[in-house]
């Protein structure tokens, strides 16, 4: 079977994990420190603050905000359910608008129509490795004096121009194995702000400043050296890796027929964390079954939106979202990752196009 996804961890992960048992520091130790400052450089932004999922950087990232009870968050439905729980779990609400069709991310013009005295932040979905249209996010917020949090967790260097993902408002980034870098559980957050970044560290470490000194309110959301010292490993793996999706995304969109075949804004950098299709005329499940039966594996991200989801059906949520329903009927993701060989990809290939 071709897997989706397939996490890339060799000699070099095995050393740094075996250094850090072997020195006693398992925890806050020297490499959590050496990984942030290693991914606050790669994403070109002043802090990075490592936590423990890419759930509790998002949870994090709105408790430093301030965002809580009585707030509205406005974000996309098309997403994985983290994303909107996030917004939950301080006490806000979430406010779900439509996507743009072409891009899969979130609409401005529907975040602008959205707007409520309530309205406190954006969240942005950068899905499958392509940026949303943050240039015309960050006007908005700017005009409506909203805090921006970006969800990165699909997107480590993703850029639109020359600027990094989580570079534009609060990053947020997850680890986990199947993302485009692993630290097998883990999370990042990406900020300019000093005091943002100062708020953070404190709500990841039960509110404390100094010993058994707690100024905040927090929880343990820290991240384990071992974990960091397979990121910063991760870390200098992840342009190649990129460069790898990228190339293969180029194969198949080449070589497909029959699908429509993800599209790439002008001076977007689409790092392909999913290459996802839309299948037409109602033959997604049919695809999805063939290209099983032939041993590739393909999945459908996300056959619900957080709306129609039966725990936010039961919290009252009604919204009719077109553009992300229909998403949810017609997109399949295939193999990207790269641990694809050339022979794997013209057997996916020669596979859609036969099912088709
Ligand atoms: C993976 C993911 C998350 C959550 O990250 P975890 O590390 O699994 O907690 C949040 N949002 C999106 C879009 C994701 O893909």
Excluded: W
């Excluded at 050393?15 to 994403?43: H, I």
């Excluded at 309205?119 to 004096?145: C, E, F, K, N, Q």
């Excluded at 559980?185 to 400043?209: F, K, P, V, W, Y």
Aim: aromatic share 8%; hydrophobic share 45%.
């Amino acid at each position: 079977m071709i897997p989706i996804s397939k996490p890339l961890l060799g000699e070099e992960e095995r050393q740094a994990v075996l250094e850090v048992l072997d020195s006693g520091m398992l925890v806050q130790g020297r490499r959590v420190q050496e990984f942030e400052q290693a991914f606050a450089e790669f994403c070109g932004v002043r802090h990075a603050i490592a936590t423990s999922s890419g759930t509790t950087a998002l949870q994090t990232a709105l408790m430093a905000h301030g965002i809580g009870a009585g707030d509205e968050v406005i974000t996309t439905a098309f997403t994985f359910i983290a994303s909107a729980n996030a917004i939950r779990f301080v006490g806000a609400r979430p406010v779900f608008v439509d996507i743009d069709p072409r891009t899969f991310t979130v609409d401005p013009n529907q975040v602008e129509d959205a707007i409520t005295p309530r309205t406190r932040a954006i969240l942005p979905v950068h899905l499958y490795g392509l940026m949303a249209d943050m240039p015309a996010i960050m006007d908005i917020a700017a005009r409506h004096s909203l805090v921006v949090i970006e969800d990165a967790c699909q997107a480590h260097g993703a850029a639109v121009g020359e600027r990094m993902a989580g570079s534009f408002g609060t990053g947020c980034f997850s680890f986990y194995p199947s993302k485009n870098m692993t630290t097998a559980e883990g999370g990042m957050i990406t900020t300019n702000d000093d005091d943002i970044a100062q708020r953070c560290r404190l709500i990841r470490n039960h509110g404390m400043s100094e010993q058994y000194l707690h100024e905040a309110e927090g929880y343990n959301f820290r991240m384990t050296d071992i974990q960091a010292a397979i990121g910063l490993v991760q870390l200098r793996r992840l342009a190649d890796f990129n460069a790898r999706r990228i190339a293969n995304a180029a194969y198949l969109s080449a070589h497909l027929r029959g699908v429509i075949v993800p599209y790439v804004p002008a001076g977007y950098r689409h790092v392909f964390h999913q290459y996802t299709v839309r299948v037409p005329d109602g033959r997604r499940d049919e695809l999805a079954a063939g290209l099983a039966a032939r041993g590739i594996a393909s999945r459908v991200y996300y056959p619900l939106a957080v709306h129609q989801q039966p725990y936010y059906r039961e919290l009252g949520y009604r919204a009719i979202l077109p553009a992300t329903e229909q998403a949810c009927r017609e997109v399949l993701s295939l193999p990207v990752h790269p641990a694809l060989t050339p022979q794997e990809l013209s057997q996916i290939v020669e596979a859609v196009n036969e099912i088709l």
